[in-house]
Protein backbone atom coordinates (compact mmCIF):
# COMPACT_ATOMS: atom_id res chain seq x y z
CA UNK A 1 0.00 0.00 0.00
CA UNK A 2 0.86 3.63 -0.34
CA UNK A 3 2.51 3.97 3.66
CA UNK A 4 5.97 3.27 3.40
CA UNK A 5 7.78 6.24 5.19
CA UNK A 6 11.08 7.30 6.84
CA UNK A 7 10.94 5.40 10.71
CA UNK A 8 10.97 7.44 13.33
CA UNK A 9 9.32 11.42 11.58
CA UNK A 10 6.97 12.88 13.84
CA UNK A 11 3.92 14.18 11.61
CA UNK A 12 3.23 18.18 11.69
CA UNK A 13 -0.18 17.15 10.17
CA UNK A 14 -2.47 14.15 10.36
CA UNK A 15 -6.11 13.75 8.69
CA UNK A 16 -7.50 11.09 10.70
CA UNK A 17 -11.46 9.37 9.80
CA UNK A 18 -10.98 9.60 6.13
CA UNK A 19 -14.05 7.58 5.11
CA UNK A 20 -12.29 7.47 1.14
CA UNK A 21 -8.82 8.39 0.30
CA UNK A 22 -8.31 9.42 -3.62
CA UNK A 23 -4.35 9.04 -3.79
CA UNK A 24 -4.30 8.48 -7.32
CA UNK A 25 -2.03 5.53 -6.87
CA UNK A 26 -2.77 3.36 -10.13
CA UNK A 27 -1.95 0.05 -8.33
CA UNK A 28 -5.84 0.86 -6.81
CA UNK A 29 -8.93 1.31 -7.43
CA UNK A 30 -9.57 3.84 -9.50
CA UNK A 31 -8.91 6.56 -8.60
CA UNK A 32 -6.68 5.10 -5.98
CA UNK A 33 -9.12 4.87 -3.11
CA UNK A 34 -8.62 4.04 0.46
CA UNK A 35 -11.27 3.18 2.67
CA UNK A 36 -11.30 4.42 6.00
CA UNK A 37 -7.68 6.03 5.61
CA UNK A 38 -5.03 8.56 7.35
CA UNK A 39 -2.90 10.92 5.74
CA UNK A 40 0.24 12.43 7.27
CA UNK A 41 2.25 14.88 6.88
CA UNK A 42 5.81 16.14 7.61
CA UNK A 43 6.20 19.78 6.93
CA UNK A 44 5.16 20.18 3.61
CA UNK A 45 5.57 16.05 2.29
CA UNK A 46 3.17 13.11 2.54
CA UNK A 47 4.53 10.79 4.97
CA UNK A 48 1.71 8.41 5.06
CA UNK A 49 -1.43 7.85 3.07
CA UNK A 50 -3.18 4.70 3.36
CA UNK A 51 -5.41 2.54 5.85
CA UNK A 52 -6.22 3.69 9.55
CA UNK A 53 -4.99 0.11 10.67
CA UNK A 54 -1.50 0.28 9.10
CA UNK A 55 -0.93 3.85 10.76
CA UNK A 56 2.88 3.75 11.94
CA UNK A 57 2.79 7.48 12.48
CA UNK A 58 4.30 9.40 15.20
CA UNK A 59 1.77 12.00 17.24
CA UNK A 60 3.65 14.50 19.41
CA UNK A 61 2.00 17.31 21.10
CA UNK A 62 3.03 19.79 18.07
CA UNK A 63 1.15 17.90 15.57
CA UNK A 64 -2.23 19.23 13.87
CA UNK A 65 -4.76 16.71 14.14
CA UNK A 66 -7.82 17.17 11.98
CA UNK A 67 -10.38 14.92 12.21
CA UNK A 68 -12.53 14.28 8.75
CA UNK A 69 -15.45 12.76 10.26
CA UNK A 70 -16.01 9.75 7.22
CA UNK A 71 -15.74 12.55 4.33
CA UNK A 72 -13.90 11.92 1.60
CA UNK A 73 -9.96 13.63 1.06
CA UNK A 74 -8.35 14.15 -2.59
CA UNK A 75 -5.70 15.76 -3.71
CA UNK A 76 -6.02 19.74 -4.64
CA UNK A 77 -6.49 20.85 -7.50
CA UNK A 78 -3.89 21.99 -10.53
CA UNK A 79 -5.37 24.76 -12.41
CA UNK A 80 -3.14 24.48 -15.73
CA UNK A 81 -4.36 27.24 -17.54
CA UNK A 82 -5.59 30.45 -16.55
CA UNK A 83 -5.22 34.33 -17.60
CA UNK A 84 -6.00 35.61 -14.29
CA UNK A 85 -4.06 39.09 -14.37
CA UNK A 86 -6.90 41.34 -15.49
CA UNK A 87 -9.06 44.60 -15.30
CA UNK A 88 -12.08 45.36 -16.37
CA UNK A 89 -14.94 43.17 -17.56
CA UNK A 90 -16.82 41.57 -20.57
CA UNK A 91 -20.15 40.94 -19.80
CA UNK A 92 -21.55 43.42 -22.81
CA UNK A 93 -20.39 40.01 -25.19
CA UNK A 94 -21.68 37.47 -22.77
CA UNK A 95 -24.71 39.21 -23.81
CA UNK A 96 -24.04 40.13 -27.57
CA UNK A 97 -22.98 36.08 -27.77
CA UNK A 98 -26.22 34.83 -25.77
CA UNK A 99 -28.07 37.00 -29.05
CA UNK A 100 -26.23 35.23 -31.80
CA UNK A 101 -22.70 37.35 -32.20
CA UNK A 102 -19.97 35.25 -32.23
CA UNK A 103 -16.28 35.60 -30.69
CA UNK A 104 -14.59 36.45 -33.49
CA UNK A 105 -17.26 39.08 -34.44
CA UNK A 106 -17.17 40.77 -31.19
CA UNK A 107 -13.24 41.22 -31.36
CA UNK A 108 -13.50 42.26 -34.96
CA UNK A 109 -15.39 45.03 -33.22
CA UNK A 110 -13.00 46.26 -30.81
CA UNK A 111 -14.17 44.11 -28.07
CA UNK A 112 -12.63 40.75 -27.14
CA UNK A 113 -9.11 40.22 -25.46
CA UNK A 114 -8.29 43.93 -26.95
CA UNK A 115 -10.98 45.18 -24.89
CA UNK A 116 -9.33 43.85 -22.03
CA UNK A 117 -5.90 44.79 -23.03
CA UNK A 118 -6.88 48.47 -22.69
CA UNK A 119 -9.21 47.90 -19.51
CA UNK A 120 -6.06 46.51 -17.85
CA UNK A 121 -3.56 49.33 -18.94
CA UNK A 122 -5.90 51.96 -17.53
CA UNK A 123 -5.54 50.59 -13.61
CA UNK A 124 -3.03 50.75 -11.44
CA UNK A 125 -0.94 47.99 -10.18
CA UNK A 126 -2.48 47.46 -7.00
CA UNK A 127 -5.69 46.97 -8.52
CA UNK A 128 -4.23 44.78 -10.42
CA UNK A 129 -2.71 43.03 -7.94
CA UNK A 130 -6.21 43.30 -5.81
CA UNK A 131 -8.27 41.76 -8.17
CA UNK A 132 -6.45 39.04 -9.21
CA UNK A 133 -6.25 38.20 -5.36
CA UNK A 134 -9.60 37.67 -5.35
CA UNK A 135 -9.51 35.68 -8.06
CA UNK A 136 -6.86 33.09 -6.67
CA UNK A 137 -9.00 33.13 -3.04
CA UNK A 138 -12.17 32.09 -4.75
CA UNK A 139 -9.62 29.39 -6.62
CA UNK A 140 -8.27 28.08 -2.62
CA UNK A 141 -11.81 27.90 -1.52
CA UNK A 142 -12.86 25.76 -4.52
CA UNK A 143 -9.49 23.67 -3.91
CA UNK A 144 -7.02 25.05 -6.35
CA UNK A 145 -3.93 24.93 -4.10
CA UNK A 146 -1.88 25.19 -7.50
CA UNK A 147 -2.59 28.14 -10.54
CA UNK A 148 -1.11 28.51 -13.84
CA UNK A 149 -1.32 31.91 -14.39
CA UNK A 150 -0.84 33.30 -17.85
CA UNK A 151 0.40 37.14 -19.56
CA UNK A 152 -1.58 38.20 -22.70
CA UNK A 153 -3.44 41.18 -21.59
CA UNK A 154 -0.65 43.81 -22.18
CA UNK A 155 0.35 43.23 -26.02
CA UNK A 156 3.63 45.58 -24.90
CA UNK A 157 6.71 44.39 -23.79
CA UNK A 158 5.91 46.90 -20.08
CA UNK A 159 2.66 45.21 -19.71
CA UNK A 160 3.14 41.56 -20.17
CA UNK A 161 5.94 42.27 -17.51
CA UNK A 162 3.82 43.82 -15.25
CA UNK A 163 1.07 41.44 -15.68
CA UNK A 164 3.89 38.71 -14.54
CA UNK A 165 5.28 40.33 -11.72
CA UNK A 166 1.63 41.07 -10.41
CA UNK A 167 0.88 36.94 -10.44
CA UNK A 168 4.52 36.19 -9.14
CA UNK A 169 3.98 38.60 -6.27
CA UNK A 170 0.27 36.62 -5.41
CA UNK A 171 2.94 33.34 -5.09
CA UNK A 172 4.55 34.73 -2.31
CA UNK A 173 1.29 35.74 -0.62
CA UNK A 174 0.33 33.29 1.93
CA UNK A 175 -3.13 31.58 1.99
CA UNK A 176 -3.20 31.50 -1.73
CA UNK A 177 -2.47 28.74 -4.31
CA UNK A 178 1.46 28.24 -5.21
CA UNK A 179 1.51 30.12 -8.70
CA UNK A 180 3.08 29.21 -11.74
CA UNK A 181 3.89 32.16 -14.17
CA UNK A 182 3.64 31.82 -18.43
CA UNK A 183 4.60 34.33 -20.59
CA UNK A 184 1.81 34.52 -23.27
CA UNK A 185 3.46 37.52 -25.80
CA UNK A 186 1.17 36.40 -28.62
CA UNK A 187 -2.63 36.47 -27.50
CA UNK A 188 -4.52 39.06 -29.08
CA UNK A 189 -2.54 41.48 -32.13
CA UNK A 190 -1.04 44.13 -31.27
CA UNK A 191 -1.73 47.88 -32.38
CA UNK A 192 1.56 48.21 -34.33
CA UNK A 193 2.77 46.26 -37.01
CA UNK A 194 2.71 42.73 -35.67
CA UNK A 195 5.96 41.89 -37.23
CA UNK A 196 7.84 44.55 -35.30
CA UNK A 197 6.10 43.54 -32.39
CA UNK A 198 7.08 39.88 -32.72
CA UNK A 199 11.14 41.03 -33.47
CA UNK A 200 10.58 42.73 -29.87
CA UNK A 201 9.20 39.71 -28.24
CA UNK A 202 11.73 37.51 -29.75
CA UNK A 203 14.34 39.81 -28.30
CA UNK A 204 13.97 42.04 -25.64
CA UNK A 205 10.19 40.26 -24.69
CA UNK A 206 12.12 36.84 -23.87
CA UNK A 207 14.87 38.19 -22.31
CA UNK A 208 12.91 39.92 -19.97
CA UNK A 209 10.40 37.80 -19.43
CA UNK A 210 12.58 34.75 -18.87
CA UNK A 211 13.05 35.09 -15.30
CA UNK A 212 9.61 36.08 -14.72
CA UNK A 213 8.25 33.02 -16.02
CA UNK A 214 8.21 28.94 -16.62
CA UNK A 215 6.73 28.95 -19.42
CA UNK A 216 5.86 30.61 -22.90
CA UNK A 217 2.58 29.91 -24.77
CA UNK A 218 0.69 31.45 -28.57
CA UNK A 219 -2.44 32.12 -29.38
CA UNK A 220 -2.17 29.73 -32.65
CA UNK A 221 -5.62 30.73 -34.34
CA UNK A 222 -7.18 32.42 -37.63
CA UNK A 223 -7.21 35.80 -36.52
CA UNK A 224 -4.60 35.35 -33.95
CA UNK A 225 -0.75 34.40 -34.66
CA UNK A 226 -0.23 31.90 -37.44
CA UNK A 227 2.17 28.43 -36.70
CA UNK A 228 5.40 29.77 -38.61
CA UNK A 229 5.08 32.78 -36.06
CA UNK A 230 4.40 30.85 -33.08
CA UNK A 231 7.15 28.00 -33.74
CA UNK A 232 9.70 31.15 -34.27
CA UNK A 233 8.32 32.04 -30.44
CA UNK A 234 8.43 28.85 -29.65
CA UNK A 235 11.80 27.73 -30.34
CA UNK A 236 13.57 30.87 -29.31
CA UNK A 237 12.04 30.93 -25.89
CA UNK A 238 13.81 27.33 -25.49
CA UNK A 239 16.50 29.18 -25.51
CA UNK A 240 15.82 31.24 -22.86
CA UNK A 241 15.21 27.93 -20.47
CA UNK A 242 10.89 28.48 -21.09
CA UNK A 243 9.01 25.28 -21.61
CA UNK A 244 6.45 25.72 -24.62
CA UNK A 245 2.35 25.57 -24.36
CA UNK A 246 0.00 26.23 -27.09
CA UNK A 247 -3.59 27.17 -27.37
CA UNK A 248 -3.92 24.51 -30.30
CA UNK A 249 -7.02 24.05 -32.50
CA UNK A 250 -9.37 25.82 -30.25
CA UNK A 251 -12.08 27.50 -32.51
CA UNK A 252 -10.25 25.91 -36.15
CA UNK A 253 -8.10 23.58 -36.94
CA UNK A 254 -5.04 25.78 -36.90
CA UNK A 255 -2.15 23.30 -36.68
CA UNK A 256 -1.33 24.15 -33.00
CA UNK A 257 -1.27 20.82 -31.87
CA UNK A 258 1.56 19.70 -34.81
CA UNK A 259 3.24 22.15 -33.55
CA UNK A 260 3.15 21.47 -29.65
CA UNK A 261 4.32 17.71 -30.63
CA UNK A 262 6.70 19.38 -33.27
CA UNK A 263 8.77 21.62 -30.60
CA UNK A 264 8.25 19.25 -27.15
CA UNK A 265 5.91 21.36 -26.07
CA UNK A 266 4.74 20.29 -21.99
CA UNK A 267 0.95 20.56 -23.12
CA UNK A 268 -1.89 21.82 -26.11
CA UNK A 269 -4.40 23.36 -24.57
CA UNK A 270 -8.01 23.78 -25.89
CA UNK A 271 -8.16 20.65 -29.01
CA UNK A 272 -11.62 21.21 -29.71
CA UNK A 273 -11.18 21.05 -33.10
CA UNK A 274 -8.02 18.53 -33.01
CA UNK A 275 -7.97 15.16 -35.60
CA UNK A 276 -7.59 11.61 -34.70
CA UNK A 277 -4.07 12.63 -36.05
CA UNK A 278 -3.20 15.37 -34.03
CA UNK A 279 -3.89 13.07 -31.19
CA UNK A 280 -1.56 10.63 -32.28
CA UNK A 281 1.61 13.01 -32.51
CA UNK A 282 0.90 14.74 -29.03
CA UNK A 283 1.10 11.21 -27.48
CA UNK A 284 4.18 10.20 -29.38
CA UNK A 285 5.54 13.33 -28.29
CA UNK A 286 4.70 13.05 -25.12
CA UNK A 287 2.30 16.20 -25.36
CA UNK A 288 -0.53 16.75 -22.37
CA UNK A 289 -3.47 17.82 -23.49
CA UNK A 290 -5.45 20.15 -21.33
CA UNK A 291 -9.31 20.66 -21.75
CA UNK A 292 -11.04 23.30 -21.20
CA UNK A 293 -14.77 22.32 -20.98
CA UNK A 294 -16.20 25.77 -19.72
CA UNK A 295 -14.67 27.96 -22.93
CA UNK A 296 -15.75 25.13 -25.17
CA UNK A 297 -19.43 25.21 -23.54
CA UNK A 298 -19.35 29.06 -23.50
CA UNK A 299 -18.45 29.57 -26.77
CA UNK A 300 -20.40 26.60 -28.64
CA UNK A 301 -18.55 24.19 -31.07
CA UNK A 302 -17.70 20.38 -30.42
CA UNK A 303 -17.20 18.59 -27.65
CA UNK A 304 -14.20 18.53 -25.86
CA UNK A 305 -12.18 15.33 -26.80
CA UNK A 306 -11.56 14.06 -23.64
CA UNK A 307 -12.39 10.21 -24.39
CA UNK A 308 -9.99 10.33 -27.44
CA UNK A 309 -6.96 11.59 -26.55
CA UNK A 310 -7.35 8.96 -23.39
CA UNK A 311 -7.96 6.47 -26.31
CA UNK A 312 -4.79 8.07 -28.04
CA UNK A 313 -2.73 7.65 -24.99
CA UNK A 314 -2.67 11.37 -24.30
CA UNK A 315 -2.32 12.23 -20.46
CA UNK A 316 -5.19 14.54 -19.96
CA UNK A 317 -5.63 17.68 -17.61
CA UNK A 318 -8.79 19.53 -16.73
CA UNK A 319 -8.81 23.28 -16.45
CA UNK A 320 -10.61 26.36 -15.63
CA UNK A 321 -9.08 28.74 -18.61
CA UNK A 322 -10.47 31.66 -16.23
CA UNK A 323 -10.74 34.82 -18.33
CA UNK A 324 -12.80 37.68 -19.01
CA UNK A 325 -14.06 36.62 -22.24
CA UNK A 326 -14.58 33.02 -23.17
CA UNK A 327 -15.03 32.07 -19.41
CA UNK A 328 -15.05 33.66 -16.07
CA UNK A 329 -15.27 30.26 -13.80
CA UNK A 330 -12.76 29.71 -10.76
CA UNK A 331 -14.32 26.10 -9.71
CA UNK A 332 -12.11 23.09 -10.69
CA UNK A 333 -14.90 21.07 -9.58
CA UNK A 334 -17.45 22.20 -11.68
CA UNK A 335 -14.58 21.53 -14.60
CA UNK A 336 -14.55 18.14 -13.33
CA UNK A 337 -18.28 17.96 -13.96
CA UNK A 338 -18.11 19.35 -17.46
CA UNK A 339 -15.02 16.62 -17.89
CA UNK A 340 -17.78 14.28 -17.46
CA UNK A 341 -20.97 15.54 -18.74
CA UNK A 342 -18.80 17.16 -21.94
CA UNK A 343 -15.74 15.50 -23.16
CA UNK A 344 -16.27 12.10 -22.29
CA UNK A 345 -14.82 11.18 -19.17
CA UNK A 346 -15.49 8.82 -16.70
CA UNK A 347 -15.56 9.83 -13.42
CA UNK A 348 -12.55 8.77 -11.53
CA UNK A 349 -10.63 9.88 -15.12
CA UNK A 350 -12.03 13.49 -14.77
CA UNK A 351 -10.98 13.65 -10.72
CA UNK A 352 -7.66 12.84 -11.73
CA UNK A 353 -7.25 14.80 -14.51
CA UNK A 354 -8.14 17.90 -12.48
CA UNK A 355 -4.72 17.52 -10.00
CA UNK A 356 -2.71 14.88 -11.69
CA UNK A 357 -3.44 15.82 -15.01
CA UNK A 358 -2.64 19.40 -14.25
CA UNK A 359 0.26 18.70 -12.87
CA UNK A 360 1.43 17.06 -15.83
CA UNK A 361 0.87 19.85 -18.04
CA UNK A 362 3.02 21.69 -15.68
CA UNK A 363 6.09 19.47 -15.51
CA UNK A 364 5.15 19.48 -11.88
CA UNK A 365 6.48 15.94 -10.52
CA UNK A 366 6.15 16.40 -7.09
CA UNK A 367 2.00 16.72 -6.43
CA UNK A 368 -1.04 16.20 -8.08
CA UNK A 369 -1.67 12.80 -6.06
CA UNK A 370 -1.59 11.69 -2.47
CA UNK A 371 1.41 9.30 -2.47
CA UNK A 372 4.40 9.46 0.24
CA UNK A 373 7.08 11.74 -0.84
CA UNK A 374 4.81 14.27 -2.69
CA UNK A 375 3.76 17.66 -1.75
CA UNK A 376 0.63 17.51 1.05
CA UNK A 377 -1.74 19.30 -0.83
CA UNK A 378 -5.05 17.83 0.11
CA UNK A 379 -8.91 18.73 0.05
CA UNK A 380 -11.26 17.44 2.99
CA UNK A 381 -14.55 17.41 1.24
CA UNK A 382 -17.70 18.01 2.68
CA UNK A 383 -19.01 14.53 1.77
CA UNK A 384 -18.24 10.83 2.20
CA UNK A 385 -18.06 10.40 -1.46
CA UNK A 386 -15.77 11.64 -4.05
CA UNK A 387 -18.19 11.03 -6.58
CA UNK A 388 -19.75 13.85 -5.73
CA UNK A 389 -17.02 16.75 -6.75
CA UNK A 390 -18.47 15.80 -10.38
CA UNK A 391 -22.31 14.68 -8.98
CA UNK A 392 -22.98 17.49 -7.65
CA UNK A 393 -23.23 20.44 -10.08
CA UNK A 394 -22.00 23.93 -9.46
CA UNK A 395 -21.52 23.33 -5.85
CA UNK A 396 -18.42 23.89 -3.84
CA UNK A 397 -17.69 20.24 -2.35
CA UNK A 398 -14.04 21.91 -0.23
CA UNK A 399 -14.67 22.23 3.37
CA UNK A 400 -10.93 22.09 4.04
CA UNK A 401 -7.81 22.76 2.39
CA UNK A 402 -4.55 21.69 3.31
CA UNK A 403 -1.67 23.31 0.94
CA UNK A 404 2.33 22.07 1.30
CA UNK A 405 1.12 20.63 4.76
CA UNK A 406 -0.54 23.45 6.44
CA UNK A 407 -4.33 23.71 6.91
CA UNK A 408 -5.33 27.06 5.00
CA UNK A 409 -8.61 27.54 4.74
CA UNK A 410 -11.40 28.16 3.65
O1 LIG B 1 -8.20 30.70 -23.75
N1 LIG B 1 -8.11 31.72 -26.68
C1 LIG B 1 -7.50 32.67 -26.29
N2 LIG B 1 -7.50 33.15 -25.07
C2 LIG B 1 -8.56 32.97 -24.13
C3 LIG B 1 -9.62 33.97 -24.31
C4 LIG B 1 -9.11 35.33 -24.04
C5 LIG B 1 -10.16 36.38 -24.10
O2 LIG B 1 -11.13 36.31 -24.87
O3 LIG B 1 -9.96 37.36 -23.35
C6 LIG B 1 -9.03 31.53 -24.12
O4 LIG B 1 -10.18 31.22 -24.44
FE1 LIG C 1 -6.55 30.35 -22.69
Not at 134 to 161: D, H, N, P
Not at 298 to 311: A, N
Not at 359 to 386: E, I, K, N
Amino acid sequence: MTGDRPPGEAATLVVVNIGQLVTGDPRVRAPGVVEDAVLAASGDRITYAGPASGLEVAIGPETIEVDAHGAAVIPGFVDAHTHLVWLGERSEEYALRAAGASYEEIAEKGGGIRSTVAATAAGTLDELITATRERARRMLRLGTTTVEIKSGYGQSLAAELRQLRAARGLGTEPDLPDVVTTYLPLHGLPDSDRAVYLEGVLGEGLAAAAPLAGFVDCFCEIGAWDVAECERLLVAAGAHGLRAKVHAEQRTHSGGSALAARVGAVSADHLDHATDGDLRGLAAAGVTGVLLPGASMVLGGPPPPGRRLLEAGVTVALATDCNPGTCWCESMPLMVSLGVATAGLAPAEALLAAPAGGAAALGLGDRGRLLPGLRCDALVLDTSRWLDVGYHLGANPVAQVIAAGRLVGP
